[in-house]
């Protein structure tokens, strides 16, 4: 068990969640945050825990070497949450994608050798895997399948995927590589397709949909994802790489007539809108290798009624979305952080 953990893009979705989740799961463990505050990083987030004693946040960059090596240096872990993660925006300018999932990674690995880290976990995805046809519904991915990346977002996590390899191949880091499906939870930035598509029926607005909808993605919730993640902190072989799926697949039209019947709208509210370039037509997880070898399971996931209760967080959180939705959530940001200078790493026993 690791006690001092340092988590990377802890104000994202994912990190967010992860951070409220082993603060209740690890009640001895110490948690630092470190997150630039990107676009889609919150603070609002992980509001209710700014004084909590067992947290403390910092602002760095990943790619900031100076300042990176000395909370690598302090932590016995480190979870690897930063990205830049919409492959949407990758389509428009790829280079944030390089800076911060290639080079922002590298920059870790370089601090966590120089320093014998006890262990990296790297949260990858399933899309370095590709896409499967919609017709093999035999078909999954499994750890052994080749990385086929299709996006520049897919490519970008690849390129880290093959760092945190080379670092444990070459020089010993004790590291793990998870590749997650598609998550849905709470706090998810309102670009992506279900906080999307429910804010703007709240709103009266149509949902866009990419193409024909077909599209499948394999969904899993989040708190699914924190607690298979913790399951490879705490007992991952090193060197190795666990998928995390919940086998859930969904088409892209299936999950919107969900989310229309939720919020009791009809098919009228659908955008068809020209498809996405590149579009991986289907991805659907493997997840046997971390149910078998570490006891993990989801138990969270199942539709409909992890759909409802997430559809009902936002409905519930209007002041959340409209923040972000309206840009006023950067000037929280700005208020808060804006200027004031990145703070020193806490002492491992803060
Ligand atoms: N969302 C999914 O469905 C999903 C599925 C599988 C894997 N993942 C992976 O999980 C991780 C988190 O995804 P998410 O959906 O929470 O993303 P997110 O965009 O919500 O959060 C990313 C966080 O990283 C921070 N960040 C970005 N660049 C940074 C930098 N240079 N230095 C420090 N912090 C930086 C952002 O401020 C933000 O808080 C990513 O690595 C992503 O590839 C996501």
Not at 267 to 274: A, G, K, N, P, Y
Not at 281 to 307: H, N, T
């Amino acid at each position: 068990m690791f006690s001092r953990v340092l988590i990377t893009g802890g104000s994202g979705f994912i990190g967010s969640n992860f951070i409220r989740y082993l603060l209740t799961a690890r009640p001895d463990a110490h948690l630092t945050n470190v997150d630039v505050l990107s676009y889609s990083g919150n603070q609002e987030n992980l509001r209710d825990l700014e004084d909590h004693p067992r947290y403390t946040f910092i602002h760095a960059d990943i790619c900031d070497a100076d300042k990176i090596r000395p909370l690598v240096a302090e932590a016995e872990a480190v979870v690897h949450f930063a990205a830049e993660s919409h492959v949407d925006r990758s389509i428009l300018d790829t280079r944030p994608f390089i800076r911060t999932n290639v080079l922002g990674t590298q920059t870790l690995l370089d601090a966590a050798v120089a320093t014998k880290l006890e262990r990296f976990v790297h949260i990858s995805t399933d899309e370095v895997y590709g896409s499967l046809l919609l017709d093999r519904t035999d078909l999954r991915f499994t750890e052994e399948s080749a990385i086929k990346p299709n996006s520049p977002y897919a490519a970008s996590k690849a390129a880290s995927d093959m760092l945190v390899r080379a670092a444990h191949h070459t020089f010993g880091l004790n590291t793990c590589i998870t590749r997650c499906s598609n998550n849905f939870g709470p706090y998810q930035f309102p670009e992506k397709v279900i906080p999307l598509f429910v804010t703007n029926l709240i709103e009266g607005k149509k949902v866009p949909l990419y193409g024909d909808g077909l599209n499948v993605r394999d969904w899993i919730h989040v708190e699914d994802h924190c607690e298979a993640i913790l399951a490879v902190l705490d007992r991952g072989k090193s060197g190795e790489v666990y998928n995390i799926g919940a086998d859930n697949e969904q088409s892209n039209l299936d999950l919107t007539r969900s989310i229309l019947h939720i919020l009791g709208k009809g098919d009228d509210f659908i955008r068809h809108v020209e498809d996405r370039l590149g579009h991986d037509r289907r991805y659907a997880i493997d997840s046997s290798k971390i149910r078998r070898e570490l006891g993990w399971s989801a138990s969270r996931s199942a539709w409909p009624d992890a759909l409802i209760s997430t559809v009902d967080w936002y409905v519930k959180n209007p002041g959340w979305w409209q923040r972000i939705r309206s840009g006023a959530y950067r000037e929280f940001h700005e208020t808060l952080y804006g200027n004031r200078p990145p703070a020193n790493p806490a002492p491992a026993s803060a």
